[in-house]
């Protein structure tokens, strides 16, 4: 891992650790609410975990320990992986605080944890390659690859997955959802660069291709992959625009609600929205 400490030059205001680095989920929650990101990353209001997003985090770390064991060249069975997940999810559950309404509602998530990741292993080729890298975290300083100019501040990613391959590594990221969705690349355009130029920062070298492998929560679970080619200067371009615009609103502390499809979801919309007044 690349750490870089930000360059003294740079003007910046003390905002709660927000300066230590860039990452594309701040650059996410920001750009769908500059109000949501000031509760969540300056106010350190902590969202409740729901049974999605705990059912999620389970099939994460479920498929982190799969290819863990893959990178030591050791291949578990669907059944291996499904009993780790019991073995671990009263735990897991402690440590995320998860509070289920009934006995009956955890009861009914575990199994269905267990169905997704036996989804998604029954997807996956025999001869699928060993990984590179598991869960990796990448961070490097963010130096615009078009101009070379260093904007005194790191980014940081988390990587799901780093496959290898005849024609180099492919960077992969899980997800789970509810309904499969159209491969529109620019729903994951933030992400999708920022994990290139990590990866190009750490290992000298471009990627091949980029995946989104999504296990859809339907009747009869599924998986879906979608590829993406390789960054480009283009990508970069619009990646280093968003954090510039980024980091003008956060040096004067700057903001705005912004109203939007989201709003209906947002665990904020009853506090802060209501108390904005611009």
């Not at 471009?206 to 999504?214: A, D, K, T, V």
Request: hydrophobic residues 40%; neutral net charge.
């Amino acid at each position: 891992m690349i750490s870089n400490s930000p360059s003294l030059d740079v003007p910046r205001r003390n905002c709660d650790g927000v300066w230590d680095y860039i990452s594309p989920s701040r650059l996410n929650c920001w750009l769908a609410c500059p109000l949501k990101f000031k509760a969540r990353y300056l106010d350190g209001i902590k969202s409740p975990t729901t049974p999605n997003l705990f059912l999620g985090k389970q099939v994460h770390a479920a498929l982190e320990h799969f290819y863990r064991h893959r990178m030591l060249s050791i291949t578990l069975e669907p059944g291996e992986v499904t009993a780790w997940i019991g073995k671990t999810w009263e735990q897991a559950a402690a440590e995320e605080e998860m509070v289920f309404k009934s006995e009956a509602d955890e009861a009914a998530l575990k199994p269905q944890a267990n169905v997704l990741v036996m989804a998604y292993l029954e997807s996956v080729p025999a001869a699928e390659p060993r990984p590179i890298a598991v869960e990796v975290t990448m961070e490097a300083p963010l130096v615009d690859p078009v101009t070379g100019e260093n904007l005194g501040i790191p980014l940081l990613g988390i990587v799901d997955l780093i496959a290898g391959g005849e024609d180099g590594a492919s960077i992969v990221d899980f997800k789970t959802a509810a309904r499969s969705a159209p491969p529109f690349e620019v729903t994951h355009e933030i992400q999708l660069s920022s994990y290139s130029y990590l990866f190009r920062k750490i290992s000298g070298q471009p990627e091949s291709s980029l995946e989104i492998r999504s296990i859809i929560k339907t009747k009869t679970p599924k998986v879906d992959t979608c590829g993406y080619s390789a960054r480009s200067n283009i990508h970069f371009r619009r990646l280093f625009a968003v954090i510039r615009e980024y980091l003008d609103a956060l040096d004067p502390g700057r903001f705005n609600f912004r109203p939007g499809w989201g709003c209906s979801m947002c665990d904020f919309r009853e506090t802060h929205c209501r108390r904005w007044r611009g």
